[in-house]
Every structure is written in structure tokens, then in C-alpha cells.
């Protein structure tokens, strides 16, 4: 089942479920329209992920948040931790390895990679710069 969320029960729904896959769409895109029926035959055949469909028309406060430049724009979280963000419509092979890729991750490696590059990236910050 795909639900549509909202500014409103965002949050919620990633603080409650492992892996999110949001789908970033509007009424009048055709890609989009395309895409739908995958996301849709996705969500039927994998029951342990949560499927969300975002109107960027309607919500427009979460794709600003995103930074949704173009739609569909495919989303998943997993641990509450973006993990993949690509604008375009996936076919329906290319979307179930990307479902197998994020279900296999390594969520510790992922978050260690995290605090490594935060940790660099503050150190650098820290340098002064030599003009």
C-alpha cells in the first residue's frame, strides 16, 4: 500500500519505520503518472517498506525542504537517514535493486561515514584560512 503523507504526518512516518521510500510527484507530470503503477507493483511485492507519495503541488513546504528541483524525484530513508535521492522514474528492475541495495546496508557503516565526513568537514571549518 502507498500512502500519501504530508507536512503534517511526515515526520511521523520516518521516526516510525525503518526504511521510507518517498516517491515526489505532481498531477500533471507525465513521468510521473508513468512511475506510479511501479511504485505502486513495489510496494505490493515488498510489505516491509514503507511507500510514500509526496504531492509537490499540494506540499510544497517538503519540497522546498528537499530541494525537489525536478519530479519524479525518488527518496529513501532508512534509520531515519537519507540514503538515496535521484530525480527520474526508475524502471521497475532498476527499482527493486535499488530496494534490495538500501535493505542490505550496513546502517553502522553508514552512520560512521556520516560522523567522519561531519568530523572533517568541522575540522576544516576550524582552519584558518591563510589569505
Do not use: H
Amino acid at each position: 500500500m502507498v500512502m500519501e503523507v504530508t507536512k503534517d504526518n511526515f515526520s511521523e512516518v520516518i521516526e516510525n519505520n525503518d526504511f521510507v521510500l518517498v516517491d515526489f510527484w505532481a498531477p500533471w507530470c507525465g513521468p510521473c503518472k508513468s512511475f506510479a503503477p511501479i511504485f505502486e507493483a513495489a510496494a505490493e511485492a515488498n510489505k516491509d517498506v514503507t511507500f510514500v507519495k509526496i504531492n509537490t503541488e499540494e506540499q510544497q513546504e517538503l519540497a522546498a525542504y528537499f530541494q525537489i528541483r525536478s519530479i519524479p524525484t525518488l527518496m529513501a530513508f532508512r534509520e531515519k537517514i537519507i540514503v538515496f535521492s535521484q530525480p527520474g522514474m526508475l524502471p521497475e528492475s532498476a527499482l527493486g535493486q535499488l530496494i534490495s541495495q538500501v535493505k542490505e546496508l550496513d546502517m553502522d557503516e553508514v552512520r560512521r561515514e556520516i560522523a567522519e565526513q561531519e568530523a572533517g568537514e568541522n575540522a576544516a571549518a576550524a582552519q584558518p584560512s591563510s589569505a
